[in-house]
């Protein structure tokens, strides 16, 4: 499956961004699909991910918790991060991928083999 992540840019601290992932073919409820992100200097972490329609099951890391919303949008047959309240500590590269398993009920960070090219977020005054 290919994945095409866009909508990072310059924001302000407590400002809003939203990430939308292009997921290719008919995978959109298919797969689960996780957020990843890496800041200079440190290890690529995840961030959220979705379980496949089976079970719409999500997960957000406690550094995003209460601020970000995954979900899928079905008119664009994408992913989307929706980020609220954005700090400094969420500047990085932020990158969608799936683990291109059918059906699952749960997802995870782990087992990822299909990237898309990461999207800059930058949160500065």
């Known amino acids: 499956v290919q994945l095409q992540a866009s909508g990072g840019g310059l924001v302000q601290p407590g400002g809003s961004l939203r990430l939308s992932c292009v997921t290719s073919?008919?995978?959109?409820?298919?797969?689960?699909f996780s957020w990843f992100r890496q800041a200079p200097g440190k290890e690529r972490e995840g961030v959220s991910c979705?379980?496949?329609?089976?079970?719409?099951?999500?997960f957000y890391a406690d550094s995003v918790k209460g601020r970000f919303t995954i979900s899928r949008d079905y008119a664009n047959n994408a992913i989307v991060l929706q980020m609220n309240s954005l700090e400094p500590e969420d500047t990085a590269v932020y990158y969608c991928?799936?683990?291109?398993?059918?059906?699952?009920?749960?997802?995870?960070?782990?087992?990822?083999?299909?990237w898309g090219k990461g999207t800059q977020v930058t949160v500065s005054s």
């Open positions: 991928a799936t683990d291109s398993v059918a059906g699952t009920a749960f997802c995870s960070f782990h087992g990822m083999n299909s």
């Open positions: 979705v379980a496949s329609a089976s079970s719409y099951n999500t």
């Open positions: 073919g008919d995978t959109l409820d298919v797969y689960a």
